[in-house]
């Protein structure tokens, strides 16, 4: 069993941190990871909400890099000792964690995504959008290998 985290920006909808990259409101970022995610493994939004532990650098409605940066600070060295992959969506959340890296990056430990949301049109490509399922794919059949 891998444990993994997903880093997002802010919840607009809600300052509570069990709320990040929450899945059902409709066209949120935690919406979009989990229907990239349920078209390959039919996963249910509990399933998803059970699979990844989720993180918004932000609690705020609007995002500030400023603040976002200060929390990746307090929280980096817990992140990198409590979970063997750490997924960080998009490019305001890898500015924050002061990490120079490509749009799509892919480790052992260290996952970069373009921001999936409803505005990012890399994902309207076809084989950009099938890439990001088939790594959720595999984050999620590790995370929940012990589980079934």
């Known amino acids: 069993m891998r444990r993994v985290a997903l ?20 066209n949120s970022t935690g919406w979009h990871v989990w229907k990239m995610l349920n078209s390959r493994t039919g996963a249910s939004q509990t399933d998803y909400l059970r699979a990844f532990h989720r993180y918004n650098l932000g609690q ?33 959340v890898r500015k924050a964690a002061g ?17 999936p949301s409803g505005l990012n049109r890399w994902y309207n490509n ?7 399922e088939v790594l959720l794919e595999e984050l999620y059949t590790e995370a929940i290998a012990e589980t079934c």
């Open 126 to 132: 076809r084989v950009n959008r099938e890439i990001v």
């Open 60 to 92: 705020e409605h609007f995002f500030h890099s400023e603040n976002a940066r200060d929390y990746w600070l307090e929280i980096e060295e817990n992140l990198f000792s409590q979970f063997d992959t750490v997924v960080l969506l998009g490019a305001a």
């Open 99 to 115: 990490l120079i890296l490509p749009p799509l990056y892919v480790s052992r430990t260290l996952v970069a995504l373009p921001h």
């Open 7 to 26: 880093i997002g920006m802010n919840n607009p909808q809600s300052r509570d941190p069990a709320k990040a990259l929450w899945a059902e409101t409709p």
